[in-house]
């Protein structure tokens, strides 16, 4: 019986869980333009981090860096410099925070150091 039960648990967890991820997959969509004068709240950013953060790497080595540029200078300058389309050039100005990812190209250098 307990068996039983836990097989139907699980299976209904997963199920859930599958169906969740299939509401936020298919919900999802893109911003065309921002509220300029709209501010994502500090909580909400570090939520994002945290649970970005989190997500699993090859190894565990988490290779990645995430910077949340929030000034304006540097939004601009990142909108001229960055391999960005036109399109995409006036979203990074108008957006409130911008993730930058940064990735590490020779994180097998480190694993020793890790290991």
Do not use: C, W
């Not at 893109?30 to 939520?47: E, M, N």
């Not at 981090?49 to 540097?74: A, D, K």
């Amino acid at each position: 019986f307990t068996t039983t039960l836990y097989r139907k648990t699980t299976m209904a967890t997963k199920s859930t869980t599958a169906e969740a991820f299939r509401i936020l997959a298919r919900g999802r969509r893109s911003a065309r333009r921002f509220q300029t004068d709209r501010k994502i709240p500090g909580t909400v950013l570090h939520d994002i981090l945290e649970t970005t953060l989190r997500s699993p790497s090859g190894f565990n080595l988490q290779p990645t860096q995430i910077l949340m540029v929030q000034s304006s200078t540097i939004k601009d300058e990142l909108s001229s410099k960055a391999m960005l389309g036109l399109g995409n050039q006036f979203r990074t100005k108008d957006a409130s925070t911008i993730a930058v990812f940064l990735s590490d190209l020779q994180m097998g250098d480190r694993i020793d150091r890790i290991y």
